[in-house]
Nanobody, 120 residues
Framework: VQLQASGGGLVQAGGSLSLSCVAS????????MGWYRQAPGKQRELVAY???????IYGESVTGRSTISRDNAKNTVTLELNSLKLEDTAEYFC???????????????WGQGTLVTVSS
């Protein structure tokens, strides 16, 4: 199983960004897909996650200015973050709670981080 993230880079404060992540491999079911982030010197924190049925939960720091969506058929999750702030600078990690083919329980998988730098 692999999670491949894309998007990110250098963006201006006040702007927007879009991050996408696709899960691939021998996957039976994906329960939850989402994003965490980790800024330098800080702990990893939840950005947002979304369940199969579409229920989404947002971290406090992005509530009201972010949207997470999911394409279940394509095993893809997309995060849009608006009104970017300098403190949004972080490495963003895609994650999925999924059941691999042949497994009996869900596992959490992480993608490689994608760096987002917000400039003034």
């Amino acid at each position: 199983v692999q999670l491949q993230a894309s998007g990110g880079g250098l963006v201006q404060a006040g702007g927007s960004l879009s991050l996408s992540c696709v899960a691939s491999g021998s996957i039976d079911t994906i329960n939850v897909m989402g994003w965490y982030r980790q800024a330098p010197g800080k702990q990893r924190e939840l950005v947002a996650y979304i369940r199969t049925g579409g229920r989404a939960i947002y971290g406090e720091s992005v509530t009201g200015r972010s949207t997470i969506s999911r394409d279940n058929a394509k095993n893809t999750v997309t995060l849009e973050l608006n009104s970017l702030k300098l403190e949004d600078t972080a490495e963003y990690f895609c994650t999925a709670d999924l059941i691999p083919v042949g497994a009996s329980r869900a596992e959490r998988h992480w993608g490689q981080g994608t760096l987002v730098t917000v400039s003034s």
